[in-house]
Nanobody, 117 residues
Framework: QERLVESGGGLVQAGGSLRLSCAANDIIFSSSDMGWYRQAPGKQREWVATITSDGSTNYADSAKGRFTISRENAVNTVFLLMNSLKPEDTAVYYC???????????WGQGTQVTVSS
């Protein structure tokens, strides 16, 4: 059983928007800081944004001002709204759950985002 299930990736033109979703197991979601990472071809996976269990957010410089991370606790889902997309945002985006108290980290299967110029 998948613990984190992502959706919402796709192909979009530069300047467009996408919203990624990640649905989590309820125990994991309520206990974890949730984040998004991405990995472009030939590059290492990099952190994009995090939202803590109490709603505090933090962003990589590349995401600031364009991306918004949010969580909807009622449906155990974290979102990443990406605006003003650029070709360099093209990557596989991964959802991450960090359950610090249990010392566990979970990853989703990834969703492809492709931004055409």
């Amino acid at each position: 059983q998948e613990r984190l299930v992502e959706s919402g990736g796709g192909l979009v033109q530069a300047g467009g928007s996408l919203r990624l979703s990640c649905a989590a197991n309820d125990i994991i979601f309520s206990s974890s800081d949730m984040g998004w990472y991405r990995q472009a071809p030939g590059k290492q996976r990099e952190w994009v944004a995090t939202i803590t269990s109490d709603g505090s957010t933090n962003y990589a410089d590349s995401a600031k001002g364009r991306f918004t991370i949010s969580r909807e606790n009622a449906v155990n889902t974290v979102f990443l709204l990406m605006n003003s997309l650029k070709p360099e945002d093209t990557a596989v985006y991964y959802c991450n759950a960090r359950w610090a108290m249990a010392g566990r980290t979970y990853w989703g299967q990834g969703t492809q985002v492709t931004v055409s110029s």
